[in-house]
């Protein structure tokens, strides 16, 4: 891209932010009230991220459906929320039925269509697969209600192509609402939007995610979004440290926390994150994103490669940098 082409792309994206801030700051706006808007939320996978959604969800007094692919997934999912619930109802002294009120508002089941006939927004948190997420989406668009709002828990993958199989007027209403792990305690979600989406669905969307407790920003359309397009680079360079033996993934760690101000070290937060999600988000970046491609820095080493094949996936199997009680 010539450096002309690539002002006139950053100015035109520029001005397309300020429209929407100018819009969300607007004066004399009514205050939105997104339970007027969404009450029954389905989520897609119960795993790390979507039991964590469907929890803080749930504790924000929304219906949740929560979906994936067999009950043992959803019984894990369930049991997730169930533990997480009853260790926050111990530290701040909730009434012997606050889980159980919360819970309730809960249901699970595997029947995948089902699942979003009535739902307002539909939260998809499964693996992340391009092609698996993009057939999910265009299953769910046949049979979601027209004004259903669709949102993607990408951490790598563009909204555009994950949304691609969908039809246009359903297309305006998808984002990105990128959570971040473990969901009950982390405060951000970041909020991604495209050319096409208008301003009064991002306010909407704002609006819900301050009501769920947290702090949306907003970002466009751009692999990795904010946090990610930074964090994976700095996870990269901790690795290559290691794998070039000039210093040890415990030294590491313990620098960037006492040395840099960071709550955990590098390695502590892969294991944190999967090795897996880690190693899905490198690929789809050597591969295919755009302005990344090819780029060497993001090709998975094979001892990446080769700790995903024996299983070390981090914290979720028991195994990954470090060693953790399952
Ligand atoms: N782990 C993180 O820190 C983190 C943070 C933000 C976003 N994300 C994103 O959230 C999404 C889910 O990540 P996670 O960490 O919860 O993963 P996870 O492995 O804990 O859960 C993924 C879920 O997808 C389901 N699944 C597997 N194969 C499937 C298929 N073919 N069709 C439908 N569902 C299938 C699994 O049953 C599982 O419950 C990914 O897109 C990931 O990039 C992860």
Not at 241 to 266: C, F, H, N, Q, S
Request: proline content about 5%; glycine content about 8%; some cysteine.
């Amino acid at each position: 891209m010539s450096t002309s082409t690539a002002n006139s792309t950053a100015e035109s994206a520029l001005r397309r932010q300020r429209q929407v801030l100018d819009h969300l700051r607007g004066k004399g706006q009514p205050e939105i009230d997104p339970k007027a808007t969404i009450s029954h939320i389905a989520i897609y996978g119960a795993g790390i991220m979507g039991s964590g959604i469907a929890q803080v969800a749930a504790q924000s007094g929304y219906k949740v459906t929560l979906w994936d692919v067999t009950q043992a997934d959803l019984d894990r999912g369930i049991h997730t929320i169930r533990t997480s619930l009853a260790r926050s109802a111990r530290k701040t002294g909730q009434p012997a039925d606050w889980v159980q009120s919360i819970l309730s508002r809960i249901s699970s089941t595997t029947d995948q269509l089902a699942a979003c006939t009535s739902a307002d927004l539909v939260i998809e948190a499964i693996v992340e697969n391009l092609s698996i997420k993009q057939d999910l989406f265009s299953r769910l668009d046949k049979v979601a209600k027209p004004t259903c709002i669709f949102a993607t828990n990408t951490s790598s993958l563009l909204v555009a192509d994950v949304s691609a199989k969908l039809g246009e007027e359903r297309k305006q209403r998808m984002v990105a609402l990128h959570f971040f792990n473990p969901v009950a305690v982390m405060k951000l979600v970041e909020i991604a939007y495209m050319d096409g989406t208008s301003p009064e669905l991002l306010a909407l969307l704002k609006a819900w995610v301050h009501d769920i407790g947290k702090v949306p920003v907003l970002c466009r359309d751009t692999p990795g979004f904010i946090v990610n397009r930074l964090m994976v680079p700095y996870n990269i360079e901790a690795r290559q440290l290691v794998e070039r033996g000039d210093a040890t993934i415990e030294d590491v760690d313990t620098a960037m926390k006492l040395g840099a101000g960071y709550p955990m070290g590098p390695f502590e937060l892969m294991d944190m994150t999967g090795l897996d999600t880690g190693y899905h988000i490198m690929k789809a970046w050597y591969e295919t994103a755009p302005g990344l491609s090819g780029d060497p820095r993001f090709k998975p080493s094979p001892e990446m490669e080769q700790m995903i094949r024996d299983g070390y996936l981090g914290r979720k199997s028991g195994r990954g940098y470090y060693v953790y009680d399952k």
